[in-house]
T-cell receptor, first 112, second 114 residues
C-alpha cells in the first residue's frame, strides 16, 4: 500500500540556518510527490512537487528531489527565515487516482 | 489569496442543528474533495467528487452529507453531529481525479460542536 513517513517535530532553528525535513514513502507503482505548507489558521498551500524519479521540485528557496532508489523526498532550504515557521506535510498520490497520502506533518519553528 | 473559497470560516453548532459548509472554485477543476483535519494531525480524506459525481466516500458517517450542485460548488451538509466532529474542514480541488494532480486547498471552516 501507499504511505508516507516524516521526521518527528518540532524542528527549531535559528534564522539563516540550513533546513532538512526528511520524508520517505512506500508506494505501488510510480507516485507523484508533493510538499505542502500550512500556516496557523490557514489551509494547505502547495510548496513544490515532483512527478517522476530524479525530478527536483523547487519554490521560494525550498527544494526536494524525488529519489526512487532511497524512496525519499527530503525538503531542504539553505537559509530559513522566521516567516518559514509553519507545519510542513509530505504527500504522495498514485498514478491512477488522485487520492493523497499525507505524512504526519513536521512543525518548524524559526527563531530570530 | 487562496483560489478555493470556503464559507463560513467559523461555525459553532449544537448537536441537534442542521448546517452546511460551502466551497467554491473557479479554476475549471473537475475533481473536488472534502477533508477533516484535527489539531496537529494531517488532513483525512472524507469524500471525492469527480465530474460532479461522488467517486469516493471514505466510510464517513451519514450525519455528513456531501453535495456537488455544479462543477464549481461543493457543499457539506451537517446534521446531528457529535462533539468529536469538531475539527477544521478543508475543501480542495484538482484539475482531474487522475494521479499527479496537485490539490489546491481552501482555508477551511473551523467547526465547533457544543
Amino acid at each position: 500500500g501507499n504511505s508516507v513517513t516524516q521526521m518527528e517535530g518540532p524542528v527549531t532553528l535559528s534564522e539563516e540556518a540550513f533546513l532538512t525535513i526528511n520524508c520517505t514513502y512506500t508506494a505501488t507503482g510510480y507516485p507523484s510527490l508533493f510538499w505542502y505548507v500550512q500556516y496557523p489558521g490557514e489551509g494547505l498551500q502547495l510548496l513544490l512537487k515532483a512527478t517522476k524519479a530524479d525530478d527536483k521540485g523547487s519554490n521560494k528557496g525550498f527544494e526536494a528531489t524525488y529519489r526512487k532508489e532511497t524512496t525519499s523526498f527530503h525538503l531542504e532550504k539553505g537559509s530559513v527565515q522566521v516567516s518559514d515557521s509553519a507545519v510542513y506535510f509530505c504527500a504522495l498520490s498514485g498514478r491512477n487516482f488522485n487520492k493523497f497520502y499525507f505524512g504526519s506533518g513536521t512543525k518548524l519553528n524559526v527563531k530570530p | 489569496d487562496t483560489e478555493v473559497t470556503q464559507t463560513p470560516k467559523h461555525l459553532v453548532m449544537g448537536m441537534t442543528n442542521k448546517k452546511s459548509l460551502k466551497c467554491e472554485q473557479h479554476m475549471g477543476h473537475r475533481a473536488m474533495y472534502w477533508y477533516k483535519q484535527k489539531a496537529k494531525k494531517p488532513p483525512e480524506l472524507m469524500f471525492v467528487y469527480s465530474y460532479e459525481k461522488l467517486s469516493i466516500n471514505e466510510s464517513v458517517p451519514s450525519r455528513f452529507s456531501p453535495e456537488c450542485p455544479n462543477s464549481s460548488l461543493l457543499n457539506l451538509h451537517l446534521h446531528a453531529l457529535q462533539p468529536e466532529d469538531s475539527a477544521l474542514y478543508l475543501c480542495a480541488s484538482s484539475h482531474q481525479d487522475q494521479g499527479n494532480q496537485p490539490q489546491h486547498f481552501g482555508d477551511g471552516t473551523r467547526l465547533s460542536i457544543l
